[in-house]
């Protein structure tokens, strides 16, 4: 956070980086066979990246990153379905991280996560409750919710170190 | 720590607690209605009770494949499906209403509903 904003070319460069890094962590992540069960259960560990964007580039960034994540982690996994289940996740959670942003100190921020990952797993469950035209589908709300909260304060924590880590490397540089 | 963050997280630790207690707290009646819906259309209603004999049966759904569904007495579950991701075999047997089967690319839905008490009602 205490980097010089990047403009132009420095800006495309660092947002196409950290495009790469998410989308290699989720195709790695979708080899993994599930945890749990239950749909729409995962670590997420691609919001990461998203988490370390929203805070130190900024929202507009992170959804940038966020939107070709998400398309291309479709494409390559050949489930252009998913598409619309992490679309709905997706953006609601980055309006939730976009919102905290402003309530969390710098050394607070991996709060923001678990409060995101609820957000995506409600928007999840909203879109499938389109998908199969029921609202039966949240009976998956309650199992959601735990498991969110629980991978959301993972991930947080790993986007707090990382953070930390990369400021500590950028002063000293 | 700060305020806001103080209330960030007694926020999640509602909501887990609330998700654990609804989870842990919720009558875990055998309900003995499996209703098969496929986009929310009824495609067959079984009731488990009635079950002498384990069979199974096929459904077709949005996506194209099918999913083969084993019904035994008091319980059911998907056994094969043609999907890539098999959440909705590996999940299971299920006899109890806390979590219904889906498959979502082929907007497959295995609800059991509490059949019990109607149908004690009626019997009575």
């Not at chain 1, 709905?88 to 921020?109: D, H, I, N, P, Y």
Request: include cysteine.
């Amino acid at each position: 956070m205490t980097r010089p904003p990047a403009k132009g070319a420095g800006r495309i460069a660092r947002l196409a980086l950290l495009t790469a890094i998410a989308l290699t962590i989720f195709m790695a992540e979708a080899q993994l066979p599930p945890l749990v069960p239950i749909q729409g259960v995962k670590l997420g560990l691609a919001n990461i990246v998203t988490v370390y964007a929203v805070f130190a580039l900024g929202p507009a960034d992170a959804m940038m990153i966020l939107l070709c994540r998400v398309f291309l982690g479709a494409v390559f996994s050949g489930q252009m379905m998913t598409l619309f289940f992490s679309l709905s996740g997706g953006l609601l959670a980055w309006c939730a991280m976009s919102l905290l942003r402003f309530f969390l100190t710098e050394k607070q921020l991996w709060l923001s996560s678990p409060v995101a990952a609820v957000c995506h797993n409600i928007g999840q469950l909203l879109a499938a409750a389109a998908v199969m035209k029921t609202w039966a589908v949240f009976a998956y709300l309650p199992w959601l919710l735990i498991s969110g909260i629980l991978t959301g304060i993972f991930t947080g924590l790993c986007a707090q170190f990382l953070i930390e880590r990369l400021n500590h490397i950028f002063r000293s540089s | 720590m700060t305020r806001n963050a103080k209330i960030v997280l007694a926020g999640l630790l509602v909501i887990a607690l609330a998700s654990a207690a609804f989870l842990l707290l919720h009558p875990r009646e055998e309900a003995l209605i499996a209703r098969i819906t496929v986009d929310n259309k009824v495609i067959q209603e079984i009731d488990l009770s009635q079950v002498r004999e384990p069979y199974t049966l096929s459904v077709t759904g949005y996506a194209g494949f099918s999913n083969t569904i084993r019904v035994e007495h008091g319980r059911i579950c998907v056994e094969s499906a043609g999907c890539p991701d098999q959440i909705c075999v590996q999940q299971g047997w299920v006899s109890d209403d806390l979590i219904p089967i889906v498959c979502l690319p082929n907007h497959l839905m295995i609800e059991l509903t509490g059949g019990g008490t109607s149908l004690d009602a009626a019997a009575g």
